[in-house]
């Protein structure tokens, strides 16, 4: 299927050791643009690693993907600020349609992936800014970006188109989740709609299916 949608910067990196507080930190949050075509495995891209792997990475969490509208945004909250392709700590930055669906799978080079999750930032963004309010003003634009499965490994590189194979059956959108983690906690409506979201991962279904419980008590089925 015809896609408006581009992959146009491909970043990785290795962890490395930061201060926190005067404590030394392990992340993975900083990566650079590279050239060339690179290999998209089913854990992550050659040359890219996540550091606390309880939290980060894993087979629902291959590929972080930014578009790069969000940084116009960004460019206007944060002027004094250099943002370079990459800054959010994303594998992928890419441009066109970023209201995606939790299902919904691509082609991009020769690989297969498929849109699990927003990502939920943890305090590592913050040290990324050099920012105490960075979490929460992520959380609260809506911009989170978004994570790739991979359920074909292949070659990727700038300029491949990110083309759709197949529509989730389930119209829950990425930014559906995010709402619902955020400020929609009460929807029920949409609770239910996210846990029978089958592609969506089991930790996010338990934790609505745990809150939609305290909402409805004992008319839950």
Not at 15 to 20: E, I, K, L
Not at 62 to 73: I, N, P
Not at 137 to 154: D, I, K, M, N, P
């Amino acid at each position: 299927m015809k896609s408006d949608m581009k992959l146009i910067s491909v970043n990785v990196g290795l962890p490395r050791v930061v201060m926190s507080n005067s404590d030394p930190v392990s992340t993975g949050i900083f990566k650079e643009p590279v050239a060339g075509r690179v290999m998209l495995r089913t854990l992550n891209l050659d040359g890219d690693r996540q550091a606390d792997l309880s939290v980060h990475g894993g087979p629902s969490k291959a590929v972080y993907v930014y578009a790069s509208e969000h940084y116009d945004y960004w460019k206007q909250e944060l002027p004094e600020m250099k943002l370079p392709w990459g800054m959010f700590g994303e594998n992928f930055t890419t441009t066109g349609p970023f209201e995606l669906n939790i299902g919904d799978k691509f082609h991009v080079g020769s690989a297969v992936v498929m849109v699990t999750q927003p990502r939920l930032p943890c305090y590592k963004l913050g040290l990324k800014f050099g920012r105490s309010d960075m979490i929460k003003r992520f959380l609260g634009s809506e911009r989170t970006g978004f994570y790739f499965a991979v359920l074909q490994e292949g070659e990727v590189g700038v300029g491949d188109q990110i083309e759709l194979i197949e529509g989730s059956k389930r119209s829950v959108s990425v930014s559906d989740i995010t709402r619902l983690y955020t400020h929609e906690k009460h929807n029920i409506g949409l609770l239910r709609r996210a846990i029978e979201v089958e592609t969506l991962p089991e930790s996010w279904r338990s934790y609505f299916q745990n809150r939609l419980q305290k909402l409805t008590g004992p008319l839950l089925d």
